[in-house]
């Protein structure tokens, strides 16, 4: 979605398509009360066990520093394969904020009612096993991506309920939405750009100039919804023209803008592209505002 880089991993995605089921939703059994502290005569009390690292927590639930490595392993393995060079300062600040990104969605699930017990797990498992020929396949393919076991079981339950909980947030975006029709003429110099508007404000036809700087598409940029184009600033400035209105020079990183406004609907379906584009900006928003509510702890650079 949103666009968030690598949100999911390719093999979550193949797991959740493959098993498709919905996982349970039971409350997990109470705990047993606390036993009495031993008294002097008592056999001493076994050693505390040293807490496990962690390389991240959110509200107070975490990732093992083990499960960071073999994540930021991954990730780097992936990227080469790709072709691709990530610095080894990106790297773990990618997969850090992917991870954080899952563990706030987990959250939100669990929130909204939404939890994976042990028997939906196991159930994911063993379709997963049925797929791949055999529980050695899948023993063999953990081993040859850094997994161990539980490792596995973890980030596996982590994923289908950060799916669920995305797939919540998608699909409370609507199909319809406000849009404009609007055409623009790009120039990529403030002088020129505004040698053009002085034109218009002269009386020169804005649908000529627009096919003198751009003959293919004669500058027609469609409809489009809020929420959709990059810009803010053009954005803004195209939903507050009236029909046939002609904007001032709107500088960006992609140029100088005048746009021209064709057409303006209320309630028009989106298109394909931009109802993504709208899904991916939900997804975004949503996971900005639990950052901030959020407490996070960070415990590798």
């Not at 039971?26 to 705990?31: E, F, G, I, K, M």
């Not at 669920?164 to 609507?174: F, G, L, Q, Y």
């Amino acid at each position: 979605m949103f666009t968030l880089k690598r949100l999911f991993a390719l093999l979550f995605v193949l797991l959740l398509t493959a098993c498709s089921g919905n996982a349970g939703g039971t409350d997990l059994p109470a705990l047993s009360a606390s036993p009495t502290l031993a008294s002097a005569t008592d056999t001493p009390l076994s050693p505390t066990e040293t807490p496990v690292p962690m390389a991240v927590t959110v509200n107070g639930e975490g990732i093992t520093l083990d499960e960071f490595n073999a994540e930021l392993a991954r990730y780097k393995t992936a990227q080469a394969a790709l072709g691709k060079t990530v610095s080894e300062q990106e790297a773990p600040q990618i997969v850090l904020d992917e991870l954080v990104a899952q563990l706030l969605l987990t959250q939100g699930a669990a929130e909204a009612g939404f939890t994976v017990d042990d028997a939906a797990l196991q159930a994911r498992l063993d379709a997963l096993v049925a797929q791949l020929g055999g529980a050695d396949k899948l023993s063999a393919w953990q081993q040859a991506h850094g997994y161990s076991e539980a490792g596995f079981r973890s980030a596996l339950k982590r994923a289908v309920a950060a799916a669920w909980m995305r797939d919540k947030i998608i699909s409370a975006v609507p199909n319809t939405a406000e849009q404009v029709h609007v055409r623009q003429i790009l120039l990529y110099n403030e002088e020129v750009a505004q040698s053009y508007y002085n034109q218009l404000q002269a009386g020169a036809d804005f649908d000529e100039l627009a096919v003198l700087v751009d003959p293919i598409t004669r500058g027609d940029l469609g409809w489009f919804p809020r929420g959709y184009l990059a810009d803010q600033a053009v954005e803004e400035a195209a939903f507050s023209l009236e029909a046939g209105a002609v904007s001032a020079v709107i500088h960006s990183e992609a140029g100088y803008h005048i746009l021209k406004l064709l057409e303006l609907q209320a309630d028009r379906p989106l298109s394909p592209d931009a109802f993504l584009a709208l899904q991916n900006r939900a997804l975004t928003n949503w996971l900005a505002n639990r950052r901030q509510q959020s407490e996070i702890v960070l415990n590798v650079n």
